[in-house]
């Protein structure tokens, strides 16, 4: 009831407000406002109460007050009527008023009421419409993520569905849809991850297909810097001492710029790698994705690797594509560590690179028995140096690469040394064994320039046609040894890493060669029984230790790293200067077997019972032979050798002849016998004599003084030691004493 109470004391306070107004303004002022309030709050009745109480209040104190005053009373009941005639007309007006005020009230309570409903209804459409558009965002970004994944833009795609997961869907957490495009967000990501995966597959296939060619394009690149360096080396001598891929090289070629990954015959474009490794570095995939990218290329690097190459074919092609393919994939490999450092350490490249490296090697040795041309195995290592030198320039390590080509050298040397034994065995078995003839001035030339030899006479000197010393094999040996040489030497053009082991095996090789093929062939040949083949043997083997002596110095000049005071001795040298020994031993055998035959053919009667008026035929006849070998099968030997067996075939004779008499056959020799062995003796000094030579009739002295013993009158000289010393002292004591007995 305290509300009531409070309401009522409301109305009358409004009541009284509106009766004590001072004016009609002021009385309107108040009365409008307390009807509009009394009829928006039901209280219109309780209002004219108030009046009518406040009226009839008043009218007891104007009884009050007539009563004591009644004219003053009736003034008043007059003023009274009038105003209640007033306040009647008052109220007539105030409850038109007050019906007009609660018809208003209603229209305007309907449209305040309308006016809150249609504001809830805008607010409401409001809200609707910001979902709706913040759910058409939604949309249209999910939308715009399939149209970038579909136009393979996947980062954009990537940021897009970031943004649309970490901006767009918090704004509509309320509605189902962020629902459901929350549960597509892995499997969007998911789409990006294996479109990028597909596009980097198809790379790589790209790639795969192109590491041949890439690989052809680094090798001619390569040869290109080849020739540059040499051109500039013969320009600039100071620059041959520099290798290729130097630094001083590297300077010098700075100038020529050549992207092997991009120019006008091959680009290799790293975007979708570049793609994918900032696709699953934004999906906290790197990890698995440098895993499964690693073993993509370890399976790739499977596949170009072939299972067996041949090394006969007449272009080394198979060779070749083995080579181009492992560059092409290794310079791949290189680049993309360059580019991508996260994706692939130098470790992971280093161990595909000695994978690869040590299955080409085993491909290559495998292969190696097909080769027995050492013109192919040259050209087989001129594409793996190649090869190693364009890796080399990518900063590969080729170390195994290098020492692979001491196996092919050693098969090198082997061929050449089998090819060479051929050839010298040949040369040597097809070999006339006699002087030279030369016929033209050009062949003159060719001959002296090929060989090692120091004619005596000036060219103009000679006379065409001529005869050299040696025989024909010579030249075609020295021929054969400067290809053998050269040939040796040219494995290590380009990129050889131990020319040590060249030199070393060069002169190991030359000298089985000169010792065991050209040598001993020429000791063998000497057992034949011809003396003019056994000469020439003899002159080649001269000339032949004058090669090698040539041979040494040639070897020494050719030495990659040559000191001061480098000497090298060939066992070739010793092993001619030693054969040169044997083969004089065999001419003096037969020489002295002729000259055994002909001293066999003398027939002396020691008992003759007339002296002897002409020499033997023996002795002329071995005069003649002696004359006769020294100027025709002789006549090219030096002099001194020449002398040399003179020398060696006088002292034989002499012993053989001195043999004669002392035969136990001959019991006894008469003065007659002995004119017929002194004639002989006579006639064979005569013919030393002729030779002009006073060391020759030294190898006399002993027959000289044994046939003057012979002839002595008094015999008893010889026991006497002073005058034996002085008149026999070249006679054997022993031969003289049997001599005088007979």
């Known amino acids: 009831m305290p509300v009531a109470i409070d309401q009522r004391n409301d109305t009358d306070a409004a009541a009284q407000q509106i009766v004590l107004s001072s004016s009609d303004n002021e009385y309107f002022d108040q009365i409008i406002p307390a009807i509009k309030d009394a009829g928006i709050s039901g209280k219109g009745q309780q209002l004219l109460q108030s009046l009518a109480q406040y009226t009839t209040g008043r009218e007891a104190e104007i009884e009050g007050i007539c009563s004591t005053n009644h004219q003053g009373f009736i003034s008043s009941v007059n003023q009274l009527l009038k105003a209640r005639e007033r306040g009647v007309a008052l109220t007539a007006e105030i409850l038109g008023l007050n ?122 690149h390569l040869e290109q810097r080849r020739t540059r360096h040499k051109d500039r080396a013969g320009t600039i001598p100071s620059l041959g001492n520099f290798k290729l891929n130097s630094a001083v090289e590297s300077v010098a070629d700075e100038n020529e710029e050549f992207d092997i990954l991009d120019n006008d015959d091959v680009q290799v474009d790293f975007t979708p790698l570049f793609e994918c490794v900032h696709i699953h570095d934004a999906l906290g995939q790197a990890e698995k994705f440098k895993a499964e990218y690693a073993a993509t290329r370890r399976q790739q690097k499977d596949l170009l690797m072939s299972t067996s190459i041949t090394l006969i ?32 350490s130098l470790a992971d490249i280093d161990e595909l690179w000695d994978s ?127 290809n053998f040489l050269n040939q040796f030497y040219f494995f290590s053009d380009d990129h050889f890493q131990h020319p040590k082991i060249i030199d070393d095996t060069l002169k190991a090789s030359l000298d089985e060669l000169l010792c065991e093929k050209v040598c001993q062939s020429l000791v063998d040949r000497l057992s034949t029984q011809y003396l003019g083949q056994i000469v020439q043997i003899l002159i080649n083997l001269e000339h032949f230790e004058i090669a090698c002596e040539e041979l ?62 002409e020499p033997s035929n023996y002795i002329q006849t071995l005069t003649r032979y002696l004359s006769n070998i020294m100027n025709t099968v002789l006549l090219g030997l030096p002099t001194e050798i020449k002398e040399l067996i003179y020398f060696d075939a006088l002292s034989h004779a002499t012993t053989m002849i001195l043999s004669l008499p002392l035969s136990p056959e001959v019991r006894s020799i008469n003065p007659y016998g002995v004119v017929a062995l002194a004639k002989d003796v006579q006639y064979l000094t005569e013919f030393v004599d002729t030779l002009g030579n006073p060391i020759l009739k030294e190898n006399l002295d002993e027959l000289q003084q044994t046939v003057l013993l012979m002839q002595a009158e008094n015999s008893d000289e010889f026991y006497d030691v002073a005058t034996r010393n002085k008149k026999y002292g070249r006679v054997d004591a022993m031969n003289g004493l049997v001599l005088l007995e007979k």
């Not at 070749?320 to 580019?339: C, D, P, Q, R, W």
Request: with cysteine.
């Open 313 to 344: 074919d007449p272009d080394g092609a198979s060779l070749s594509e083995l080579l181009e393919n492992i560059a092409g994939f290794s310079i791949v490999e290189k680049a993309t560590m360059k580019k991508a450092p996260n994706l692939r």
């Open 552 to 613: 040494e110095q040639l070897l020494v000049a050719a030495r990659s790293n040559v000191s001061t005071g480098d000497t090298i001795t060939l066992r070739a040298t010793e092993e001619f200067r030693g054969s040169k020994k044997t083969a004089e031993k065999r001419i003096f055998e037969l020489v002295n077997s002729k000259i055994d035959d002909l001293i066999g053919t003398a027939e002396y009667d020691w008992t003759a019972s007339t002296p002897e008026t």
């Open 99 to 220: 019906l007009s005020i609660q018809h208003s009230t209603e229209t305007l309570a309907q449209q305040k009421k309308a006016l809150v409903e249609s504001r809830g209804v805008r607010h409401n459409i409001n809200e609707a419409n910001q979902a709706l558009q913040d759910c058409l965002e939604v949309l249209r970004l999910a939308n715009q993520v399939h149209e970038l994944l579909a136009k393979k833009n996947y980062y954009s795609a990537l940021r897009a569905l970031d943004e649309l997961q970490s901006v767009h869907l918090q704004k509509i957490t309320q509605y189902k849809i962020a629902e459901m495009i929350q549960k597509s967000v892995p499997l969007t990501k998911k789409l990006i991850a294996d479109a990028v995966m597909d596009d980097l597959s198809t790379w790589l296939f790209r790639i795969r297909e192109t590491s041949q060619f890439l690989g052809e394009v680094a090798f001619y």
């Open 356 to 482: 690869m490296c040590q299955t080409a090697i085993a491909l290559v040795s495998n292969a190696l028995y097909e080769v027995t041309n050492a013109e192919l195995l040259l050209k087989i290592k001129g594409i793996i140096a190649l090869f190693i030198q364009t890796m080399s320039s990518w900063g590969y390590p080729v170390v195994s690469l290098d020492n692979f080509l001491l196996t092919l050298f050693e098969k090198y040397a082997e061929l050449l040394k089998r090819r060479f034994s051929d050839d010298f065995q040949e040369i040597v078995s097809t070999d006339d064994y006699m002087p030279m003839p030369i016929h033209k001035p050009d062949e003159y030339d060719k001959v002296v320039n090929v060989s090692w030899y120091t004619p005596e006479k000036a060219r103009e000197e000679l006379r065409f046609p001529c005869v050299l010393p040696f025989s024909q094999m010579y030249p075609l040996c020295c021929i054969d040894i400067r």
